[in-house]
């Protein structure tokens, strides 16, 4: 018998549960065992229980080391600060790993994107330091340290020999702000000098994005800091079809958690009609994580061959189908 994983489980808010319970069913269907232990988070726990983040949820992520999330919804321009970037600060999940690959069968401008995002999670402008000097003036401050700027750039390039990647690319602004984004480059190009042989470029991130838009085959991982890292993240996933189709993960030094890039998709939440291939593609990052390589491989392989055959009651209406979320699983399920 193989051995049980526990799993914290975050479902989250809006299409989450939808999409997390979508990929618990593809991942049960393999055979893997996983004991999920399911904690609270987010907007809907907020509204119930007046708490974002309970501190039983912290802890059980310290206990475990490794979660399934949802996305959680933040409210916009007040209110609770997000979770998602509570949990990445407290925890210490500094990387943000969103692979971004063309898929066979999903109609874009690109056939040949396969990038890997590598986003510093717990510095930037995301530190949250923000206050009103006098009436009609505010400051929001960017945090930059050496430490985390180096830790994110050792990161990336350990990430790339593993996986056999070839380049490194960090976008930056250090011609405007020459001391924060100037500390993150000098940080990444020491790091660069210690592993010669993946290849390293810079690139201003203005320019740098129309870049990628024009030529993503160009790019292998895009290293980046916080707010430019979840921006690219949303540019990078309209190329091989949006954000119904990328997967992510955050890793610290001891903990990992597997969430999808997109958010709790409000429009859509509690139709049916969400995607759940990003939260499903999560799952496989968590299963290859867990070492449950052969498992990992059987869905990759199946939502590859069902997308590349291209029938529009087998994927969702994001990517040009008929299907709702339970369809497309139940289609997936057989393909196992
Ligand atoms: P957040 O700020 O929480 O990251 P967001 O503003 O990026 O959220 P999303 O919730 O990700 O917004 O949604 C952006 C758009 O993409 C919406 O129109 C939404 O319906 C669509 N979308 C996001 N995820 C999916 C999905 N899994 N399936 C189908 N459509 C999705």
Same mark, same amino acid.
């Given at each position: 018998?193989?051995?049980?994983?526990?799993?914290?489980?975050?479902?989250?808010?809006?299409?989450?549960?939808? =999409?997390? &319970?979508?990929?618990?069913? $593809?991942?049960?269907? #393999?055979?893997?065992?996983?004991?999920? %232990?399911?904690?609270? !988070?987010?907007?809907?726990?907020?509204?119930?229980?007046?708490?974002?983040?309970?501190?039983?949820?912290?802890?059980?992520?310290?206990?475990?080391?490794?979660?399934?999330?949802?996305?959680?919804?933040?409210?916009?321009?007040?209110?609770?600060?997000?979770?998602?970037?509570?949990?990445?600060?407290?925890?210490?999940?500094?990387?943000?790993?969103?692979?971004?690959?063309?898929?066979?069968?999903?109609?874009?401008?690109?056939?040949?994107?396969?990038?890997?995002?590598?986003?510093?999670?717990?510095?930037?402008?995301?530190?949250?330091?923000?206050?009103?000097? =006098?009436? &009609?003036?505010?400051?929001? $401050?960017?945090?930059? #340290?050496?430490?985390?700027?180096?830790? %994110?750039?050792?990161? !990336?390039?350990?990430?790339?020999?593993?996986?056999?990647?070839?380049?490194?690319?960090?976008?930056?602004?250090?011609?405007?702000?020459?001391?924060?984004?100037?500390?993150?480059?000098?940080?990444?190009?020491?790091?660069?000098?210690?592993?010669?042989?993946?290849?390293?470029?810079?690139?201003?991130?203005?320019?740098?994005?129309?870049?990628?838009?024009?030529?993503?085959?160009?790019?292998?991982?895009?290293?980046?800091?916080?707010?430019?890292?979840?921006?690219?993240?949303?540019?990078?996933?309209?190329?091989?079809?949006?954000?119904?189709?990328?997967?992510?993960?955050?890793?610290?030094?001891?903990?990992?958690?597997?969430?999808?890039?997109?958010?709790?998709?409000?429009?859509?939440?509690?139709?049916?009609?969400?995607?759940?291939?990003?939260?499903?593609?999560?799952?496989?990052?968590?299963?290859?994580?867990?070492?449950?390589?052969?498992?990992?491989?059987?869905?990759?392989?199946?939502?590859?061959?069902?997308?590349?055959?291209?029938?529009?009651?087998?994927?969702?209406?994001?990517?040009?189908?008929?299907?709702?979320?339970?369809?497309?699983?139940?289609?997936?399920?057989?393909?196992?």
């Amino acid at each position: 018998m193989s051995t049980q994983h526990e799993v914290v489980l975050i479902k989250g808010d809006g299409i989450g549960p939808e =999409v997390i &319970g979508a990929a618990q069913r $593809l991942i049960e269907a #393999t055979g893997v065992r996983i004991a999920w %232990i399911e904690r609270q !988070a987010g907007l809907e726990h907020f509204e119930k229980h007046g708490e974002v983040l309970p501190e039983s949820t912290l802890d059980a992520l310290r206990q475990h080391t490794v979660a399934f999330k949802g996305p959680t919804a933040t409210p916009i321009g007040k209110g609770h600060r997000s979770v998602n970037v509570q949990i990445r600060q407290k925890l210490n999940l500094f990387a943000a790993v969103r692979p971004v690959r063309s898929i066979a069968g999903i109609p874009t401008r690109y056939e040949n994107v396969e990038v890997v995002i590598v986003r510093e999670n717990t510095e930037g402008l995301y530190s949250g330091i923000e206050h009103e000097v =006098v009436p &009609g003036v505010v400051e929001s $401050l960017k945090i930059v #340290t050496e430490a985390g700027s180096t830790r %994110i750039a050792e990161f !990336a390039f350990k990430y790339a020999e593993t996986r056999g990647r070839k380049r490194v690319t960090v976008f930056h602004k250090a011609n405007i702000m020459k001391m924060s984004d100037g500390l993150f480059l000098d940080c990444a190009r020491r790091v660069a000098k210690q592993h010669p042989s993946i290849e390293y470029n810079e690139l201003i991130i203005d320019n740098g994005c129309m870049q990628v838009v024009r030529d993503p085959s160009r790019f292998d991982i895009l290293l980046l800091e916080n707010l430019y890292g979840d921006i690219m993240s949303d540019l990078c996933a309209a190329l091989v079809g949006g954000l119904g189709v990328v997967p992510g993960a955050n890793f610290g030094d001891r903990l990992a958690v597997f969430e999808s890039v997109h958010g709790s998709a409000p429009d859509i939440a509690g139709k049916g009609l969400a995607n759940p291939l990003a939260a499903i593609m999560s799952g496989v990052m968590m299963l290859n994580h867990l070492n449950e390589t052969p498992a990992a491989d059987r869905i990759k392989r199946a939502y590859n061959a069902m997308l590349a055959e291209g029938k529009p009651e087998e994927r969702t209406r994001d990517i040009g189908g008929t299907a709702g979320t339970a369809q497309f699983t139940d289609a997936l399920i057989k393909r196992l």
